[in-house]
C-alpha cells in the first residue's frame, strides 16, 4: 500500500545526516526545530498539526516537547540510546518510540576493543613518542598484553555480546554483571551478582549499558577502587554512567591505570586535565560512526518512519 506522505508534518529535533535529512524532507513536511528562533510562536501555529518526530540519541525529546505537541503519533531516532528521549511522556500520550538497534552492534564493539588495545599498548602514546623524535634517544614503554587478562563487561547486550566474542579472540576471560544472569551465552562467561565484584574480578571493565536515571553515577569512587591501581576503564556508553570527577581524581593519583573513553559527562566538553593525560585515550562519541554503520541507521530511521505513516508499525519499537 503506497500512501501520499507530503502533508504528514514532522518536526526534527537537530542535524541529522545530510542524507537521511533529503530523504525525509523530499518525503515528509519538516520543520527544523533547530533553526526555529521564536519556538512559542511556532508551536502556536504547528504543534497541533505535527505528527512525528525525528531525531538521535544526542537531540532526544523532551517531556516539554512531547506535551506541547498534540497530535504527536511517533518518535523515530537515530541511535541505539534513548536516554535522551522522556519515555514517561511518550508513554502517557500513547507516542511510539523507535530506535536503531542491532544495526551498530558491530561498530561499537569495533570501537571497545580500540580502546582496550590503544591503552593497553599504549599506541596514542607512543605515536607521540615518535612524533617527537624521541625514539632516537629513548626507549619506548612496555605495554600490557590483552590475552590472559579478565575482560568485565557490564550490560552484556547485544552490544556486550559482540565485545565478549572480539575479547574472547584476543585470549581473554570474560565475567560480566546485568540485572540477571543471561541462559544464552557461553557458560564460561562468569556471572557477577554486583558492579563491585565484576570491578574487583576484571582488569579491563568496559562499559556498555543503556544511560539514563537508573544507571547514573553508577562508576563511583568506589567501584573504580575495585577495578584497582592496574585496572582500566573503557566506556562506549554514556558519560553519565562515569563520576567522571572520581575517574579523573584516581587516574591523577594513579589508583587506575588508564582510561579508554568515547563518551564524556557534558559533551563536547572534556576536561583538560583528561586531555593531559598520557595513559588516556579519548574519541569524540565515534562508537558507530562508519559509513556502513551510519547508512545502516539511516536507512533503519527511514524505514521506520514510512512503516509508520504507511502502516502504522514501527520496524523496532523501544519495548
Ligand atoms: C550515535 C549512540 O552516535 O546509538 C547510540 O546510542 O550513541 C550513537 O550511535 C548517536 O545516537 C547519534 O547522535
Redesign the pocket.
Known sequence: MHTDTHDTELLMAGPLLPQLMARIEAKYRVHRWWEIADRAAFLARHGSSIRGIAT???YGATGEMIRSLPALEVIVS????VDPIDMEAARERDVVVAN?PGV?DDC?ADTALALMLAVSRRICELDRFVRAGRWKNETPPLGRKLGGRRCGILGLGNIGRQIARRAEAFGMDIAYHNRSPRGDVPAHYRYCADVHALARESDILVLSLPGGGATRGLIDEGVIDALGAQGILVNVSRGSVVDQEALVRALREGRLAGAGLDVFENEPEVPAELCAMEQVVLSP?I???TVETRQA?ADLVFSNLEGWFEQRRVLTPVA
Open positions: 538521535s540519541g544526542r537515530f541511535g541505539v540510546g536503531t551498530l561499537v562519541h562508537g558507530s560512526s541507521m
